[in-house]
Structures are given as structure tokens and as C-alpha cells.
């Protein structure tokens, strides 16, 4: 089973600043078989990223993602009051496994 | 507009079994490979099973094989989860998610809005 690892487990930001999220795989990601998902509370899981780098539909371009193999990131270029929330990264290149997530804080 | 309903959430004792219900819309359901993933109170998301669209093939996540069976009514346009011999750590709100295989990469790109499971012992 692949193991994804997220860092850092929690990120303290201002609004308008550049979040850099980590997800590290235990082994390689069968052809960038990388997606990303933000989760508010008490909602559903809402697509980001797939493969690895192309944004979901009606994701604004402040996200974007990038990495290969067992490096990959996920960055929101300046952060919008709405972004404060939970991001999980995920493969689908071998069974399905999830990372353990990152939350993005007011600071 | 796709949409995924859930339904089938309820308390029940260890041991007992449940059968949990998804009820889609919007899109060609029998195109489509289906997935369950559950979240615990305060956890992460885990990835709990998968169903191709014909509904020839089903994966499981190692914690629940042999405890669960997902099964699809492509007629009826619903997918469903059996889950016998349940234990407290199966306690989570369970989403039904549609993968997306036409993108080449299979994400989970509509959800559910989940039904909640809880284990009593």
C-alpha cells in the first residue's frame, strides 16, 4: 500500500499570503496518479487537482499543483478567506489511499 | 447537475449489519465507477471500496474485506454498501464519490453528502 505523507499538519497563514502544502508517497505515483480535494466542515470533499497539476473545473487559478514521482505540492499563490480549510492529497495509481490531511489556519 | 444521495445512516450495535444506499443523478450512471470513503468524527478520509461501472470489479480497502460488499443497480441508477460484522471503528460519515476515468486519472470528482454510521458496543 502507498502511504502518502502530508505536511506540514497544520499551516498558520494571513490572508493574501502563499500556502505551500506537502505530500510525500512511500513509494512512486504510478503516473502522477496525484489529486488533491478541500474539505470545509461539516461539507463533502470538493476536487482541486488531478493529475497531479491540472485544476478541476471552476477551481480558480490561485491553486495549482505540481511534483512527480514521490514529491508533490499544492500551493495557493495568496489566500483567500475562503480557503481556510482542510486539504487531503490522494492516489489512484495503485488501490486508492488518502493522506492524512493539512490544515490551513487563520493566523 | 449530478448529484449523489446517501441514505441508510443509522446506529446500530457491534456485530449487527447495515446497508447503506446511494441514489444518483444527473449523469450516465452505468459510465461511471463508483466509490465509498468514510471519514471518522475528527479524522481523515480513508477509501473504502470501489465498483466499475459494469459492476465486474470491486476493490476493498484490507480493514473492511470480507466485512463489506458495494454492489450497483445500474437500472436504478444506485449504488449501495453492505456492511455486516461492524465494529466501533467503522463509525464515520460514509460519502459516495463518482471517479472520473475520462480525465485519464480516475479522481473522485462529485460527492455525496454523506450518512452517518455509528457502532454502539
Known amino acids: 500500500e502507498i502511504v502518502l505523507t502530508q505536511s506540514p499538519g497544520t499551516l498558520s497563514l494571513s490572508p493574501g499570503e502563499r500556502a505551500t502544502l506537502s505530500c510525500r508517497a512511500s513509494?512512486?505515483?504510478?503516473?502522477?496518479?496525484l489529486v488533491w480535494y478541500q474539505q470545509k466542515p461539516g461539507q463533502a470533499p470538493r476536487l482541486l487537482i488531478y493529475g497531479a497539476s491540472s485544476r478541476a473545473t471552476g477551481i480558480p487559478d490561485r491553486f495549482s499543483g505540481s511534483g512527480s514521482g514521490t514529491d508533490f505540492t499544492l500551493t495557493i499563490s495568496r489566500l483567500e478567506p475562503e480557503d481556510f480549510a482542510m486539504y487531503y492529497c490522494q492516489q489512484s495509481g495503485s488501490s486508492r489511499t488518502f493522506g492524512q490531511g493539512t490544515k490551513v489556519e487563520v493566523k | 447537475e449530478v448529484q449523489l444521495v446517501e441514505s441508510g445512516g443509522d446506529l446500530v450495535q457491534a456485530g449487527g449489519s447495515l446497508r447503506l444506499s446511494c441514489a444518483a443523478s444527473?449523469?450516465?450512471?452505468?459510465?461511471?465507477?463508483m466509490n465509498w470513503v468514510r471519514q471518522a468524527p475528527g479524522k481523515g478520509l480513508a477509501w473504502v471500496s470501489y465498483?466499475?461501472?459494469?459492476?465486474?470489479?470491486?476493490e476493498y480497502a484490507d480493514s473492511v474485506k470480507g466485512r463489506f460488499t458495494i454492489s450497483r443497480d445500474n437500472a436504478k441508477n444506485s449504488l449501495f454498501l453492505l456492511m455486516n460484522s461492524l465494529r466501533d471503528e467503522d463509525t464515520a460519515v460514509y460519502y459516495c464519490?463518482?471517479?472520473?476515468?475520462?480525465?485519464?486519472?480516475?479522481?473522485?470528482?462529485?460527492w455525496g453528502q454523506g450518512a452517518l454510521v455509528t457502532v454502539s458496543s
Open positions: 444527473g449523469f450516465t450512471f452505468r459510465s461511471y465507477a
Open positions: 465498483i466499475s461501472g459494469s459492476g465486474a470489479t470491486m
Open positions: 513509494q512512486s505515483v504510478t503516473s502522477n496518479y
Open positions: 464519490a463518482r471517479a472520473n476515468f475520462y480525465s485519464g486519472y480516475g479522481e473522485f470528482d462529485y
